[in-house]
C-alpha cells in the first residue's frame, strides 16, 4: 500500500511517499503538486475499490446520527 502525506515545516513543506520495505520518499512541493500528486493516486477523494484516508477514516462522508 503507499501512503502519501504532507510535512510542512516553518520554511518548507514536502510531499512524502512511503512503501513497506522501502525507505521513504520525500521531495519538496507547494500546495498545488501536492493536491495534483493526491489526484493522481486516487488519495484525494473516495473511490469504489481504493483503501485510502476517505474510506478508512470516512473523511468527508456524512454520519446519521
Known sequence: MLVIRRIVDRRRSYTALYLKGEPPRIFPTDDVEHARILQIY???????????????????QKTSG
Open 42 to 60: 486516487k488519495q484525494d477523494r473516495a473511490y469504489e475499490g481504493v483503501c485510502n484516508d476517505f474510506t478508512t477514516f470516512k473523511i468527508g
